[in-house]
């Protein structure tokens, strides 16, 4: 995990997950966002975000602590 990858959760959730509003608001790309939130995903063990197919449809309840643990630590940089 890193500081990238939790700023990125905390703009796809603050963009009403829509992935490709918080890149431009990161400036960054959609993909590159997408391929960070799945390797945290993966190295943490869980899923931060439910989806539909490609679309994110809301947090899960692990990924709500997480945005929480986020937005904390984001906070004291």
Known sequence: ?????????????????N???????LFT???????Q???LEEELGIEVFQRSGKHLKALTPAGEQLI????????KL
């Open 37 to 39: 939130i799945r390797l």
């Open 1 to 17: 995990m890193n500081i990238q990858q939790l700023r990125f959760i905390v703009a796809v959730h603050d963009a009403e997950l």
């Open 19 to 25: 992935i490709s509003r918080a890149a431009v608001t």
């Open 29 to 35: 790309s959609q993909p590159g966002i997408s391929k």
């Open 68 to 75: 929480r643990t986020a937005r904390e630590v984001l906070l």
